[in-house]
């Protein structure tokens, strides 16, 4: 059973920081691109930022240069560290583990984290 679990989101002030964390279960984390979209209400789902197996990473142009994602093996957990809030960074973010597997893509999603930033 594969399992994402975000946690960290919350209510900040613009201008502020939050760290978010995602801790995936079984062999999922090491073997798959881990990302972090988010969704904001009356929006489509937007990827955030994308960290692989080798460490490359990409961020969405709206958040390069304030967040930042990484990845920890050994705890099986990613991360998103936030800067710098604005209020259009408001939206539920959801942790993506991405694994292809005998030419076969699987998509496993967390359950999201709402991150709310006010004026």
Do not use: H
Not at 78 to 94: G, W
């Amino acid at each position: 059973q594969v399992a994402l679990v975000e946690s960290g989101g919350g209510l900040v002030q613009a201008g502020g920081s939050l760290r978010l964390s995602c801790v995936a279960s079984g062999s999922i984390f090491s073997n798959s691109i881990m990302s972090w979209y988010r969704q904001a209400p009356e929006r489509q789902r937007e990827l955030v930022a994308t960290i692989t197996t080798r460490g490359d990473i990409d961020y969405a142009d709206s958040v390069a240069g304030r967040f930042t994602i990484s990845r920890e093996t050994g705890r099986n957990t990613l991360y998103l560290q936030m800067n710098s809030l604005k209020l259009e960074d408001t939206a539920v973010y959801y942790c993506n583990a991405r694994r292809i597997l005998l030419g076969i893509e699987n998509n496993y999603w967390g359950q999201g984290t709402q991150v709310t930033v006010s004026s």
